[in-house]
């Protein structure tokens, strides 16, 4: 669905104006995130290879209660997944900077960067807690 100015707006403030998972302050440059994907129609192109055709396989998904206001960093990263699909490669991501980053673990031993086995938590499942840090 295209949304509107006005809920473009709407859903940018859904969580104040932050992106609903990271929390960083959203830009003028956002991205209207399915939190349950569409799943978009691939298309081989004798060009370009695979592409989206822009038609979906669950168009019932495409409302507006079905998306989140992200940055477009999260929104490229997650992609289709599911957010506990996601949240487990983000736990993986952790767990290969030790297996596979001399310069992380060289960091790691110089007190440069912290080590946490923190699980990964969504600003958006902190929305409205006294514990959110807003001035991140």
Known sequence: MKLTKAQREQLKNKFGGHCA???CDLSDK???DHIEAVDRVMVECEKRGIKT???MHKPHLDT??????ACIPCN??????SLEGWRGVLTGYRNALIR???TFRHSLRFGLVE???KPVVFFCEKWGANDINLTR
């Open 21 to 23: 998972y990271c929390g």
């Open 30 to 32: 956002w991205h209207a």
């Open 53 to 55: 055709s822009g038609e």
């Open 64 to 69: 507006i209660e079905n998306m989140n206001p």
């Open 76 to 81: 490229l990263n997650k992609s289709s997944m």
């Open 100 to 102: 596979d980053s001399h």
């Open 115 to 117: 080590f946490t086995d």
